[in-house]
Structures are given as structure tokens and as C-alpha cells.
């Protein structure tokens, strides 16, 4: 059973579990934002895909892992890279904001704080101590530049 519980502790699962969590909101509640809002949450979702598969092409170019809880053999400072640490985490939160936007589920805005949590308990912290372990000063001069989810600093 443990190993089970493992296997399915991953990003995407998290993701469709809070993507379920955001539609069961909308389903019970009225529509409350314009009939536009529906493209804006269309678009910012395809921007969060967008933003992923860039950061995995990135990933992959320089020969590094992806999958979460496995040992990098490159640092990724460059692309997307420069303006997050971590933009296929990000991608997944604009796929959630974009999904509630869609589905005019406007209640289930506080979902994407219990997301962005999860990913940062489960998984960000330990990835930061991994890139730490392996890449030392070049790790800590990029999260002195660039913020975990957003922004340079």
C-alpha cells in the first residue's frame, strides 16, 4: 500500500485532485463572472501548458531529469528559468486558475493556495536541498536572483 501511496504522490496527481476540488465548487454554485471570463480562463490555462513544456524541452536540452525526487545532473538557470525556479509548478497553478476561470467557479480561488502548499511542502523544498547538495554556490546565487514561483528578486 505504501508503495502505492508513492507512486501516486506526484505533481499531476495533485493537480487533478485540486482541478476535481475546483469543478465540484463550480458545479455547486451559481455563475457569477461574465460569459468572457471564459476565454480569458481558457487562455491563462493554455499559458500554463505552454509554460511547462517549455521549462520540460529546457529540462531535457540539458540532459536533466523531470520526474520529481530524482537527482539533477543539470541546473537550469536560463528560458523560463530566469523569471522561476520552478515554472512547471507554476504552469500547473495557471492551469488551475485558468480551469476555475473556465468553469466560473470564482469560489474556488482558495484551491490554488492549497496547491501551490502542497507543491511547496511536497515537493519544492526537497528539490531545493537536492540542488543545494549538487550544485552548492551556483544553486544559491539563482534563488538569490530568482523567486520560487515568480519573479526576479
Do not use: C
Not at 499559458?47 to 529546457?58: I, P, R, T, Y
Not at 492551469?95 to 492549497?114: H, Q
Request: avoid cysteine.
Amino acid at each position: 500500500m505504501r508503495k502505492i501511496l508513492t507512486l501516486i504522490d506526484l505533481p499531476p496527481v495533485w493537480l487533478a485532485g485540486h482541478l476535481a476540488v475546483a469543478w465540484l465548487i463550480g458545479m455547486l454554485m451559481p455563475p457569477v463572472l461574465a460569459g468572457s471570463v471564459r476565454q480569458v480562463g481558457g487562455a491563462i490555462a493554455a499559458a500554463g501548458v505552454l509554460l511547462m513544456a517549455v521549462a520540460v524541452w529546457q529540462m531535457l536540452r540539458a540532459r536533466t531529469t523531470v520526474i520529481p525526487r530524482r537527482a539533477p545532473s543539470a541546473l537550469v538557470t536560463t528560458g523560463v528559468f530566469s523569471i522561476s525556479r520552478n515554472p512547471i509548478y507554476l504552469g500547473d497553478a495557471l492551469v488551475l486558475i485558468g480551469a476555475i476561470l473556465w468553469w466560473d467557479a470564482i469560489l474556488a480561488l482558495p484551491v490554488v493556495a492549497s496547491f501551490v502548499s502542497v507543491i511547496t511542502a511536497r515537493f519544492i523544498r526537497a528539490e531545493e536541498a537536492r540542488l543545494t547538495e549538487a550544485f552548492g554556490p551556483e544553486f544559491d546565487l539563482w534563488a538569490a536572483r530568482v523567486r520560487r514561483w515568480l519573479g526576479r528578486k
